[in-house]
């Protein structure tokens, strides 16, 4: 990609995410995430109806009337983005595609956070962790964290989230939300995301692209794995072979839906072949629904 083809793309994604806010992402991301606790606002006038625990005696006493405690919901926030920037998601046939959504969705959620008055952050890892952008406001720093999440070259091309999770677990002491994306082709060490669940709110989304576990019918190809170069000659007009292919997807696909659900962790599968919005929509939806049980 060119340097003029990249800024063309940034601003179209920008273009693209900023309406997707007017339509009311933001406000669905607010709600699915509501603030740390409640801080004080400013005192005024009882009114029948009020509740009484929230009157000040103190300055009721003084005014010689009865004075009420305000508050507000205390909203801003640590939002972090983890993305994944392995071999996977540059290198293949598809790989663009998966990078390119990958973006589109980190623009919605760092656009929406910077709407709620959330502080953005970002962890871009490969088998280590390549950059860190600490958590900061304003617009020019959100246009850096999607400018960084579609153009960022790595030193690396392997995968191991658990560097980035360790990483976290270092430096952010304050309780944050935390997306990891990624195409899961490593799943995080167990034990490490289930400690970070449990002191931050944390949400996995999955980007995948569904041709690529499909073969085309073109007799012996050699291929070979993005992260790990390893050439293997198959025979493409191998019916079997493409069934084992889709099937071991489909397994894959399943083991990990499992494993995010046993641990309690939401997770949001992505296609690149579908508008992402309504999965973001629902998964909002999902967590407004089981904040008010």
């Not at 289930?194 to 989304?205: D, G, L, S, T």
């Amino acid at each position: 990609m060119t340097p003029e083809e990249f800024l063309k793309k940034v601003k179209a994604i920008d273009l693209s995410v900023r309406r997707l806010i007017k339509d009311g992402l933001a406000g669905q991301y607010q709600s699915a995430f509501r603030g740390s606790g409640m801080q004080f606002r400013e005192f005024r006038n009882y009114v029948y109806g009020d509740d009484i625990r929230h009157i000040s005696w103190t300055v009721s006493a003084r005014s010689n009337d009865l004075v009420l405690k305000t508050f507000e919901e205390e909203r801003e926030r640590n939002f972090l983005l983890l993305v994944d920037a392995s071999a996977s998601l540059r290198k293949g046939a598809w790989a663009q595609q998966k990078a390119e959504r990958l973006a589109e969705v980190a623009a919605s959620l760092a656009l929406s956070a910077a709407e709620a008055d959330d502080k953005i952050g970002m962890v871009i890892f490969t088998d280590q962790v390549e950059k860190t952008v600490n958590p900061s406001k304003g617009r020019t720093h959100v246009m850096r964290v999607i400018r960084d999440v579609l153009g960022y070259e790595p030193q690396s091309n392997g995968t191991d989230p658990d560097k980035a999770l360790k990483h976290i677990d270092r430096v952010l002491k304050k309780h944050s939300i935390i997306f990891l994306l990624t195409d899961m082709e490593v799943l995080p060490d167990e034990r490490l995301l289930r400690r970070c669940a449990q002191r931050h709110e944390f949400i996995a989304i999955c980007v995948d692209h569904p041709q690529e576990h499909e073969i085309p019918e073109i007799g012996f190809l050699e291929i070979q794995t993005a992260e790990q170069n390893r050439p293997v000659t198959v025979d493409t007009s191998s019916a079997s072979l493409r069934r084992y292919i889709q099937g071991h997807a489909d397994s894959r696909k399943m083991a990990v839906n499992q494993y995010f659900k046993r641990l309690g962790v939401d997770l949001v599968n992505i296609s690149t072949e579908e508008d992402f919005v309504p999965a973001l929509q629902k998964f909002f939806k999902m967590r407004i629904q089981r904040g008010r049980r």
